[in-house]
């Protein structure tokens, strides 16, 4: 039994050895500052850009990775168009097949980031978020409230991207 304790011991710690604390990008966390300015919204939806704006600030501020500045000169510009809304059907009521009791809402943004200094661009791609509804007597309503919930949900892959991507 006492020659087991250490064989067990050494394979957990060394099945530990890949993992650290702090940013994967192996900066400081904090070193790197970032701005997000408003995002264009190319879609229908009202007020999806503050939301978006919003999430996006809380998200750096939680994860940490980046210091985010409200004036001044960033290392990194986060700006970025919003460019597609979609509702799909997810689930249908049992009476009739073409009017959906539950939807799927996607939400496509184009993320930048970018050197506000060299003007080097450091990502550019398409990121989506998505969450789920059930309709009630009035979809808009439903709609609405669900925004914020997939603003955060594009925000939070946003940053994930940013913070652990290889750009």
């Not at 087991?4 to 530990?16: D, Q, S, Y």
């Not at 704006?53 to 500045?69: E, I, Y």
Request: hydrophobic share 40%.
């Amino acid at each position: 039994m006492r020659r087991l304790l250490p064989a067990v011991l050494a394979a957990a710690l060394a099945g530990c050895a890949g993992y650290h604390l702090g940013p994967s990008s192996g900066l400081p966390a904090g070193s790197v500052s970032v701005q997000v300015l408003p995002f264009v919204n190319h879609t229908r939806e009202p007020r999806i850009s503050e939301y978006l704006g919003s999430s996006l600030r809380r998200q750096f501020q939680q994860d940490g990775t980046f210091r985010l500045l409200s004036a001044g000169t960033p290392d990194i510009l986060i700006t970025g168009e919003i460019i597609r809304f979609e509702r799909r059907g997810l689930s249908y009521t049992t009476n009739d097949v073409l009017t959906p009791q539950e939807y799927t809402l996607v939400l496509t943004a184009n993320v930048v980031a970018r050197d506000p200094v060299s003007g080097k661009t450091n990502l550019n791609r398409a990121v989506q978020g998505r969450t789920y509804i059930r309709t009630g007597n009035d979809l808009a309503s439903s709609e609405r409230e669900a925004m914020p919930n997939l603003a955060e949900d594009l925000a939070r892959n946003a940053v994930s991207i940013l913070a652990d991507g290889p750009w």
